[in-house]
């Protein structure tokens, strides 16, 4: 069987694209339409209740759109949606993003591992579920980096303030003699030379795109909804910010590689995401 839908994937704005390189490197046939909420950027401070709405209206959007599977390219939003949203759409497939502690934790030899990621992520129910099942026997300290979500969306990927940023961020990981440091926030992967720099050798990062995007093939597999492999897909993508600004920032953190891609807008009206023009 062959399901020709699209996949759906939001983030609160460029990070999940870190998960959509991935997804297009790994399954080149799928369509993909994809929501940044640019307008609420950045979910990490906001409470899980606000992102909690804000995640169920983009997803009957990009449902309203055909989606076949929704990939929450977002570990806040996946920390404060990603049950009630299975609960909410119960015949819908979620692909969500959880610190990938368990690799870590296996992996480590100093028994001390960290994961960065936002304020809302260390709060919900998800990563606490997360240390309880893998963090027994070594320590797992939690940072959070305040301003490198807002350098990301910016651009700034090797301005001196983001730099200063990370070193705030990375310095105490480093005397706590980390050994491995999990990118919890989708937005961190692409700062990931500079945080492998300053962190050096001694630690491993860590950034779960390439398992997201496994983990979406096997369900699509499961599913019997893979698309034709013969095809190439098309790839649309929606923003509540400015659609020409998200263009330059698509093209500059994933440069294209022949495929077809188109930037539109989409506007809160409410609680409710709307398009300007229908896309099919
Ligand atoms: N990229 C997101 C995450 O993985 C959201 C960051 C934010 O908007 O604060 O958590």
């Known amino acids: ?5 699209p996949i759906g994937i939001f983030d609160s704005g460029v990070g999940g694209l870190s998960i959509w390189r991935e997804i297009v490197r790994q399954a080149p046939q799928e369509d993909t339409i994809y929501v940044a909420d640019q307008a609420h950027v950045p979910y990490g401070g906001r409470s899980l209740e606000e992102v909690r709405q804000f995640s169920e209206a983009i997803t009957c959007f990009l449902l309203d759109q055909g989606t076949k599977i929704i990939v929450i390219a977002c570990n806040t939003a996946s920390a404060a949606a990603l049950y009630s949203l299975r609960r909410a759409f119960s015949s819908v497939p979620f692909v969500g993003m ?7 934790v296996e992996r480590s030899r100093s028994g001390v591992v960290a994961v960065i990621a936002t304020e809302a992520t260390f709060q919900g129910e998800l990563f606490a579920s997360l240390l309880e099942r893998y963090a027994q026997d070594v320590e797992v300290i939690t940072q959070i980096c305040p301003g490198l979500v807002g350098a990301v969306e910016a651009g700034a990927l090797d301005a001196p303030e983001t730099e200063r940023l990370l070193l705030d961020c990375l310095m105490p990981l480093v005397e706590a003699r980390v050994d491995q440091l999990v990118l919890g926030c989708t937005h961190y992967p ?7 720099s300053l962190i050096g050798e001694g630690a491993t990062v860590i950034d779960p795109a390439p398992a997201v995007a496994r983990q979406t093939g096997r369900v699509l ?5 893979e698309a034709n492999r013969e095809r190439v897909g098309r790839h649309v993508f929606f923003t509540s910010g400015d659609a020409p600004a998200f263009e330059r920032a698509i093209d500059c953190l994933v440069p294209r590689s022949g495929e077809r891609r188109d930037v539109r807008e ?11 023009l229908a896309l099919r």
Do not use: C, S, T, Y
């Open 266 to 276: 989409v506007h809160w009206r409410g609680p409710h995401l709307e398009a300007r």
């Open 190 to 196: 692409f700062l990931q030379p500079a945080i492998e």
């Open 98 to 104: 959880e610190p990938a502690v368990k690799p870590a």
């Open 1 to 5: 069987m062959v399901d020709q839908n």
């Open 221 to 225: 597999a499961q599913r019997g909804a």
